[in-house]
């Protein structure tokens, strides 16, 4: 099988990497950047991030993991302290694989000819640094509301407990095949209304953001941040791709959210005061 690393780039987490790759090619396994099978992240989820953009190319084939050598991460769920276990697992076991949805964003400005096509595994924020962010917004094809506010973010299921959950929008579990949309400080009074609710859109439905005045929009897109002007329309839907995880044991999502936000260390903590 052939693996790739990808470090944080700290001394710890680079110091990991090396350990990992030569214990892997020990057991005759081959160290590949260009084709992985497996890509192995060690840092958070923001390596995990940068992984998946690395290899966009390459979702159908390579499968990633995680190894968080900082806080508890959704991606990143194993510890440095298990290291040679994930590593004997990864020599000897034949992994399994969970598939997650991604969402596409489709950016079509009015002086380009062609679109521009990005995935997100986590979300895409909209803001403008030039007032309120004023866009109509369909779905399905209908118009359904304008939103006038701070900005707007879409996040797929995985991505749901990050920026989404900061914002007030709901935790959806990993597998579903849904995005949601979620507002930033919205508008409401009596001449501007919006539903002031997060919406959750099935794998069939398409959400379509028309801007009603001339700005520059800041899109962010997972980690990455590109500013553009002349935008025509924002297309968000579930993408045809998934993001595939290399599984060696068990580990329930709703775990994870409870380790994450509801640990029992600080529920016990609260407790005490």
């Known amino acids: 099988m052939k693996f790739a690393i990808l470090s944080k780039g700290d001394r710890k987490s680079n110091e990991l990497r090396t350990k990992i790759k030569n214990y892997l090619s020990e057991f005759k396994l081959e ?72 969402l596409e964003v489709v950016i079509k400005q009015k002086d380009h000819e062609e679109e521009e096509r990005h995935l997100a595994l986590n979300e895409c924020a909209i803001k403008t640094s030039e007032g309120s962010v004023v866009v109509d917004i369909d779905i399905k094809g209908d118009h359904f509301e304008t939103f006038r506010g701070d900005g707007l973010c879409i996040s797929t299921p995985s991505g749901s407990t990050a920026y989404n959950k900061a914002l007030g929008g709901a935790i959806l579990h990993p597998s579903l095949e849904a995005i949601q949309v979620t507002e930033m400080a919205s508008i409401n009074n009596r001449v501007f209304r919006t539903i002031g609710s997060p919406l959750v859109l099935p794998g069939h439905h398409t959400c379509v953001f028309r801007p009603l005045n001339e700005r520059s929009f800041l899109f962010t897109i997972d980690h990455l941040t590109r500013t553009y002007s002349n935008v025509e329309s924002i297309q968000c839907r579930v993408a045809k791709e998934k993001v595939r995880f290399a599984r060696f044991r068990p580990f329930p999502f709703w775990r994870r959210v409870h380790d994450s936000f509801i640990s029992d260390q600080y529920t016990e903590q609260g407790t005490d005061k």
């Open 31 to 102: 160290y590949d950047e260009d084709a992985p099978e497996l890509v192995i992240s060690v840092g958070g989820d923001g390596t995990l991030l940068e992984a998946f953009h690395s290899y966009l190319d390459r979702l159908d084939d390579t499968a990633f993991i995680g190894i968080h050598t900082g806080h508890l991460g959704f991606y990143a769920d194993w510890m440095p302290e298990e290291v040679e276990k994930l590593i004997i697992e990864i020599a000897r076991t034949p992994f399994q694989v969970v598939e997650y949805p991604l």
